[in-house]
């Protein structure tokens, strides 16, 4: 899990400098749009969805006037439809891979994710097939420069708002709940002043495979192809991120 936090924390920094701020911004607006149909409306105090989907999109900077019309058009009688899907398979070497996507166009979904699968020596599965591999966790991204009391103290209010673990890195602090208490933990850092730079519900692989690192790179691969799709929210996989596959990774 460790790995898992610290790769996606190294992403999301080398992401905000290149190409991927773009679909970063396209992502956090069908988190918005979905969030305004299906939350409650665009009154973030009354939508806790909505409220979370603006934090995402300022977390990869995403202008107030860009979340503003992305509100506005999401409550409009013109706005997007997008429907949530998932999809269940395999990479090389066995390691189980699931794909989240929010889309406008199922058959194109469809299509767009068994054709990476099939490019890249994986295979789709069946829905539920390998759903039983993950369990859901909110993870909440904080950077330590916007923490203000001591660390030690932080993680005790936040073990009573439902912290179950923590992940400790040089800038950020990752915390981890049960499914169940994401709501709680959002309302406790709002008590504490605590704005995360991400929050969201992911699936934790329970068990990981560790690969050579030419072989895991191949699967990280597979994975930044899925992410680049339009229609992809969030991938999860049980490859496990060394530090070695970290420094290598880094390096390109």
Do not use: C
């Amino acid at each position: 899990m460790a790995g898992h936090s610290k790769w996606a924390n190294i992403k999301h920094r080398k992401g905000a400098q290149d190409k991927k701020r773009a679909k970063q911004f396209t992502r956090a607006i069908k988190e918005i749009t979905v969030a305004v149909k299906e939350g409650g409306g665009p009154d973030p105090e009354a939508n806790p969805a909505l409220r979370n989907a603006i934090q995402n999109a300022k977390g990869v900077n995403m202008p107030k006037d860009t979340i503003e019309r992305a509100i506005k058009k999401a409550s409009g009688a013109d706005a997007d439809n997008y429907e949530m899907v998932t999809f269940e398979g395999y990479g090389p070497n066995g390691i189980a891979i699931f794909v989240e996507a929010t889309t406008d166009n199922t058959n194109r979904t469809v299509a767009s994710v068994r054709s990476i699968f099939s490019k890249n020596g994986g295979s789709l599965g069946t829905n539920g097939s390998l759903e039983f591999l993950f369990y859901k966790k909110g993870v909440f991204v904080l950077e330590k420069e916007n923490i203000e009391i001591e660390l030690e103290e932080l993680e005790l209010e936040l073990i009573e708002g439902g912290a179950s673990s923590f992940n400790k890195e040089d800038d950020y602090l990752t915390v981890y709940t049960d499914f169940n208490d994401f709501g709680m933990m959002s309302s406790k850092l709002e008590e504490l002043k605590i704005e995360p730079k991400n929050s969201e519900v992911q699936r934790i692989p329970l068990n990981t495979t560790e690969l050579p690192v030419e072989d895991a790179i191949k699967i990280l691969n597979l994975i930044e192809k899925f992410e680049d799709d339009d229609d992809v929210q969030n991938v999860y996989h049980t490859l496990e991120v060394t530090d070695e596959l970290i420094e290598k990774m880094e390096e390109e």
